[in-house]
């Protein structure tokens, strides 16, 4: 029975970073991200030119063909993808372009740690809390203090009552690409 019941934990765990990895597309594009760009509806030459891996600058552009620095940074790739194609019929280069940008590469990730069943890092989506981070990392073990979990954010260290989330999910906070979430060890 326990064995039945820690696989069917498993496979929702998997379900769930499943679902996340699909969502990666909803991250905002930040500098040194490397995009997948791919052109249609022009001629030939022009998607073999313009197709093709680009990076992130740091200040948020990518330098393309024919229009030169384009500002995609902040954006999703949905939204880098729309600013392209509008950038490439407003200078006229284009009637009909379509973009398409794929992420799957990012490496964004909340690292999960401590008093939790799967230590792990957990794959970013702009939804992800610190209590979905701490649930996709298998939940927190029996030692766990919930009372005394930390949230690393650079120099920043914030120790959070997750028992007061429980009661009121709106004090849920939302994590970032490289946080660093660890659930202390109760001390009985």
């Not at 820690?6 to 040194?32: E, N």
């Not at 799957?104 to 979905?132: H, W």
């Not at 649930?135 to 920043?156: D, Q």
């Not at 939302?174 to 001390?187: H, L, N, Y």
């Amino acid at each position: 029975m326990k064995a039945m019941s820690f696989a069917i934990c498993r496979i929702a765990v998997l379900l769930f970073l499943g679902t996340i990895c699909l969502r990666a597309q909803d991250a905002p594009l930040r500098p040194g991200d490397t995009i997948e760009l791919r052109l249609g509806g022009v001629p030939t030459n022009d998607v073999s030119q313009i197709t093709g891996s680009y990076v992130v600058d740091n200040q948020g552009f990518v330098n393309l063909a024919y229009i030169n620095k384009v500002s995609v940074g902040g954006k999703t790739a949905a939204q880098a993808a729309d600013t392209i194609e509008s950038t490439y019929k407003g200078a006229e280069i284009f009637t009909n372009p379509t973009i398409t940008i794929s992420t799957q590469g990012m490496g964004r990730f909340v690292n999960v740690g401590g008093e939790v069943k799967a230590p792990s890092r957990i794959p970013y989506t702009p939804d992800l809390t610190l209590m979905s981070a701490i649930n996709a990392a298998g939940g927190m073990t029996e030692f766990a203090n919930a009372k005394k979990v930390r949230l690393i954010r650079g120099k920043e260290v914030m120790v959070v009552d997750t028992k007061k989330i429980l009661s009121n999910p709106a004090l849920d906070l939302p994590v970032k690409p490289g946080d660093q979430v660890f659930v202390e060890q109760s001390w009985l």
